[in-house]
């Protein structure tokens, strides 16, 4: 298994308060993504990271940040969470591949269960 | 974006029977990859196959990339199967995941 894991893993909060996932990775990789899982959505990215300080938006960012200030670390905020922001939220890694390989596997976290009630 | 189709939404399979699932894509792609996330929510990756076959134990796959596409085969089905089925492409030049609605096998003992 790669060396992801989120936390928390489960999580209930009120809507407007402020929210802060974390995923971390052991495996030094470049890339980290963020996707939220809602049925008959399947997976959307929300944010992804390309290293250190270096970020952008994915197809479902309205509402969220995030922030990586080491290769390890990558948070998902919710500033003020809102009920539409109920999910499944999944972390990922990649690297891209050797020997001249274009190849970037994407490798999933445990998944964060978050409730905004 | 790159749009990914995934057939069947649905399938039921009795305990040892195969199946055919089928990812379609509507661009050139440098990364495919299949995923089967457990009833425990857990994403399992399967392959990385933008193109050629691959096989692992009961499974195997196979891309088409020049007709964009590409199948799972299940054989020899078990209940351990079940969940649902993602296909996952990325466009070239690019690492950036878009993923299909996904296909829900159950297995019946």
């Known amino acids: 298994d790669a060396g992801i894991t989120q936390s928390p893993r489960h999580k209930v909060t009120e809507t407007g308060t402020p929210v802060t996932l974390r995923c971390h990775q052991t495996?030094?990789?470049?890339?980290m993504y963020w996707y939220r899982q809602d049925p008959g959505h399947g997976l959307r990215l929300i944010h992804y990271s390309y290293g250190v300080k270096d970020t952008d938006k994915g197809e479902v960012s309205d509402g969220y940040s995030v922030s990586r200030s080491k290769t390890e670390d990558f948070l998902l905020t919710l500033e003020s969470a809102t009920s539409s922001q109920t999910s499944v939220y999944f972390c990922?890694?990649?690297?891209?591949?050797?020997?001249?390989?274009?190849?970037?596997?994407?490798?999933f976290g445990p998944g964060t269960r978050l409730t905004v009630t | 974006g790159i749009q990914v189709e995934q057939s069947p939404p649905d399938l039921i399979l009795q305990e040892g029977a195969n199946s055919t699932l089928r990812c379609n894509f509507s661009?050139?792609?440098?990364?495919l990859q299949w995923f089967h996330q457990n009833p425990w929510g857990q994403l399992i990756n399967l392959f990385y196959i933008p193109s050629g076959t691959k096989q692992n134990g009961r499974l195997s796959a196979t891309t088409v990339a020049t007709e964009r596409y590409s199948l799972l085969y299940i054989s020899s089905s078990q209940t351990t199967d079940s969940g649902v089925y993602f296909c996952?492409?990325?466009?070239?030049?690019?690492?950036?995941?878009?993923f299909g609605a996904g296909t829900t096998v159950t297995v019946r003992a």
């Open positions: 990922a890694i990649s690297e891209r591949g050797t020997s001249g390989s274009l190849s970037y596997e994407q490798y």
């Open positions: 996952a492409v990325a466009l070239e030049g690019d690492y950036k995941l878009s």
């Open positions: 495996e030094n990789h470049r890339y």
């Open positions: 661009d050139s792609v440098n990364n």
